[in-house]
C-alpha cells in the first residue's frame, strides 16, 4: 500500500465553464441558507476531460489525495464518542491510502480544558459536554486527531475561520494535540513563537510546500498574527509563494485557501482572481475550502507556460449540518498527479475524482465512496449523477479501480 497521502475531493457544476474548466465566476452568488433541491443547482454539464499536455511524459511521480472540510457537528461528536471516528470516516482510509500524501481542512480546534467562553476549565475527556466540546464555536477532543492519522491523512488544514474558536491558546494547544498525533499541519504558528506558514511534507522523493490562508476568523481579533488571512495579508501569502517557488529544492507549492460563499457552487471574482495571481507567483495547484458545497475544477495556463491546478471548492468530506442536502452531502475525493521531469521540474500530469456521499445508515452517519450504479449511497444515484454532470466520466476513478492519474497514457 502506498505511504499516505493528502488532496482533495469535490464535485458539484458550475454555470460559464471554458473548455479547460475556467469558470466566468460571479460577484454576489445567492446564497441558500436552507435548502438546496437538485433541479436548484445550475449544474453545467462537463464538455470533455480535463487533461494536462505533459500527463504522458517520463519521469518520477508522486500523487496527492485531497477532501474537504472536517466539520464535527454535535451528531458526529456524539456518534464518535459514544463509538468511534471510525464510524464516520473509517471506510474511507483504503482509498485515502492509495495515494502518496493525503490532505483535508480541519475546521475546529482540538484544544483540550478550554470553554468556549475561553475559562480553562477541567477538560472532561471525550464528551460532548456542550461547554468544553461543543458545536459552533467548534472545539473538539483531540482523539479525531489520531482517527484522522489511521485513516491515512498526512497534513490538516489549520487556517479557517474557525481557527480561533478558542482564541489564541486554543490555537496553540490545537497544534500540540497535531504535533502529539504525528499530523502535519498548515496555515496557523503558535502565539510563544514566530513559525512559517508553509509546511514541508516529503513523499516519494518529492518536496512538497503546502501554503495556507483563511478568508476570516469569524471576527475573533487575531492579535498574535496566528493565521494568515488571504486577502488582508495578500502581499505576504504571494511573497511566500514566490520565495517557495524560487528554493531550487522545492518541488511543488500547494496551496490550500479557504474562501468563497458558503453553499454556492459558483466562484466569485474574488476567488478566481486571487488563485489566478498565486498559480503566477508559481504555484502548482490550489485546494480550496469552505463553501460546503463543491465547486468546479480549472487547468490554468500561467504567462510562462506551466499547467496549474484548482480546485475551487471541495464542499464537506465529514459534516452534518442542520439542512443536510445532497449538494451538501455530495462531495468527492481529489487525486492529483505530478511528475519531475529528467530536467528537474515538476507539472501537472492529471486529477482524478472519486465520488463521497455523507449517509445515515444503521444508526450511524458515515462518509462512503459511490461506485457506478450509485449503489454504496443506499438508493442515492442523484449523488454520483450530481458529481459526473459536473467534473464528467472522463476523470472519474470508482471504487475498485487502479489509481492513475493519467489513464490515456496506457
Known amino acids: 500500500m502506498i505511504r499516505r497521502a493528502a488532496l482533495l475531493a469535490f464535485?458539484?457544476?458550475?454555470?460559464?465553464c471554458s473548455s479547460d474548466g475556467a469558470p466566468t465566476g460571479v460577484d454576489d452568488p445567492v446564497v441558500d441558507e436552507e435548502s438546496i433541491a437538485e433541479d436548484d443547482l445550475a449544474l453545467t454539464p462537463a464538455t470533455g476531460p480535463l487533461r494536462f499536455s505533459r500527463a504522458c511524459r517520463s519521469g518520477e511521480r508522486v500523487t496527492i489525495?485531497?477532501?474537504?472540510?472536517?466539520?464535527?457537528?454535535?451528531?458526529?461528536?456524539?456518534?464518535a464518542y459514544a463509538r468511534g471516528w471510525w464510524t464516520v470516516f473509517g471506510g474511507m482510509t483504503k482509498w485515502l491510502d492509495?495515494?502518496?500524501?493525503?490532505?483535508?481542512n480541519l475546521e475546529s480546534p482540538t484544544a483540550r480544558g478550554i470553554a468556549y467562553t475561553g475559562a480553562l476549565v477541567a477538560d472532561p475527556g471525550p464528551v460532548f459536554d456542550d461547554w468544553v466540546y461543543t458545536d459552533t464555536p467548534f472545539n473538539v477532543h483531540?482523539?479525531?486527531?489520531?482517527?484522522?492519522r489511521s485513516a491515512a491523512f498526512d497534513i490538516l488544514g489549520a487556517a479557517n475561520n474557525h481557527a480561533l474558536d478558542r482564541f489564541s491558546l486554543g490555537v496553540d494547544r490545537t497544534l500540540d494535540a497535531m504535533d502529539a498525533a504525528g499530523i502535519a499541519h498548515v496555515g496557523a504558528v503558535r502565539a510563544t513563537r514566530r513559525g512559517s506558514f508553509s509546511t514541508r511534507v516529503v513523499r516519494n522523493g518529492f518536496d512538497l510546500r503546502f501554503v495556507a490562508c483563511t478568508f476570516s476568523t469569524n471576527g475573533i481579533f487575531d492579535g498574535a498574527d496566528q493565521v494568515t488571512h488571504c486577502y488582508l495579508e495578500r502581499s505576504r501569502l504571494l511573497s511566500t509563494v514566490r520565495s517557495l517557488r524560487a528554493d531550487p529544492d522545492v518541488d511543488a507549492v500547494i496551496v490550500v485557501p479557504?474562501?468563497?460563499?458558503?453553499?454556492?457552487?459558483?466562484?466569485?471574482?474574488k476567488e478566481i482572481d486571487l488563485a489566478h495571481e498565486i498559480l503566477e507567483a508559481?504555484?502548482?495547484?490550489?485546494?480550496?475550502?469552505?463553501?460546503?458545497?463543491?465547486q468546479p475544477w480549472e487547468k490554468?495556463?500561467?504567462?510562462?507556460?506551466r499547467e496549474t491546478f484548482i480546485a475551487y471548492s471541495l464542499g464537506n468530506f465529514v459534516s452534518r449540518h442542520y439542512y443536510l442536502t445532497?449538494?451538501?452531502?455530495?462531495?468527492?475525493?481529489?487525486?492529483?498527479?505530478?511528475?519531475?521531469?529528467?530536467?528537474?521540474k515538476t507539472f501537472v500530469n492529471g486529477v482524478r475524482y472519486m465520488p463521497i456521499y455523507t449517509r445515515y445508515s444503521g444508526g450511524n452517519w458515515n462518509v462512503t465512496a459511490i461506485d457506478e450504479m450509485g449503489d454504496e449511497v443506499g438508493g442515492y444515484p442523484d449523488a454520483r449523477r450530481l458529481a459526473t454532470t459536473m467534473f464528467g466520466e472522463w476523470n472519474v476513478r470508482y471504487p475498485g479501480q487502479p489509481l492513475d492519474t493519467t489513464p490515456e497514457c496506457r
Open 11 to 16: 464535485a458539484i457544476a458550475a454555470p460559464g
Open 65 to 79: 489525495a485531497a477532501v474537504g472540510d472536517v466539520m464535527p457537528h454535535e451528531p458526529l461528536q456524539r456518534q
Open 98 to 104: 492509495d495515494a502518496h500524501v493525503t490532505y483535508g
Open 142 to 148: 483531540r482523539g479525531i486527531l489520531g482517527a484522522l
Open 258 to 269: 479557504h474562501w468563497g460563499a458558503e453553499y454556492s457552487d459558483t466562484p466569485r471574482l
Open 282 to 294: 508559481g504555484a502548482t495547484a490550489i485546494i480550496g475550502s469552505h463553501p460546503h458545497v463543491l
Open 300 to 305: 490554468y495556463v500561467t504567462r510562462d507556460g
Open 326 to 344: 445532497l449538494a451538501r452531502r455530495t462531495s468527492i475525493l481529489l487525486y492529483l498527479g505530478l511528475t519531475r521531469g529528467s530536467d528537474g
